[in-house]
């Protein structure tokens, strides 16, 4: 049986509250993400409960489109949000974010919600059989380009 859920985990060296502000920017997502490439706020002002954002997405030559919506927005420990494409569930995001003696260590999950239907045509459309895996990939690639911005611009507030 193919696995419904992934996280990845990254340590970084820099204050909780800036990889918040950071990760729940959803506007920059497209610099860390190697498969969204940009996102724009759609209702509400930024991170908060009930807010939705357009994620535009590419893999090879694929593009679409999803709705997402803010289901925890607390900052310096957790945003996450649910992602719909038209009518259907198709994922919830998180991170995590917990203090560090270095910094933080920030966990990216993700919980499968498509249906049947959606997870038998998903591999011939997409060309993912293990969308597990291939989100787990993903995530170690957002999580790793999320380190290098958050710990430049530590060190450009420090001086350093």
């Not at 920017?25 to 009930?50: F, K, L, N, Q, Y």
């Not at 260590?105 to 459309?125: H, Q």
Request: glycine content about 8%; overall charge positive; some cysteine.
């Amino acid at each position: 049986m193919i696995a419904t859920t992934a996280e990845a985990q990254q340590t970084i060296a820099a204050d909780p509250a800036a990889v918040y502000a950071l990760v729940s920017d959803v506007t920059r997502m497209g610099e860390w993400s190697p498969e969204t490439t940009s996102c724009s706020w759609i209702s509400g002002d930024g991170a908060a409960v009930g807010a939705q954002f357009r994620g535009m997405n590419r893999r090879g030559p694929l593009r679409w489109v999803t709705t997402c919506t803010v289901t925890s927005a607390d900052p310096g420990r957790r945003f996450a949000f649910s992602v719909a494409f038209g009518p259907f569930a198709i994922a919830d995001w998180a991170y995590d974010i917990t203090p560090s003696a270095r910094g933080c260590t920030v966990t990216e999950s993700w919980v499968d919600r498509r249906g049947l239907a959606m997870k038998s045509g998903s591999p011939l459309v997409m060309g993912i059989v293990d969308r597990a895996a291939h989100n787990r990939a993903g995530m170690e690639k957002t999580l790793a380009a999320l380190k290098a911005a958050a710990e430049a611009e530590a060190r450009s507030k420090d001086g350093r």
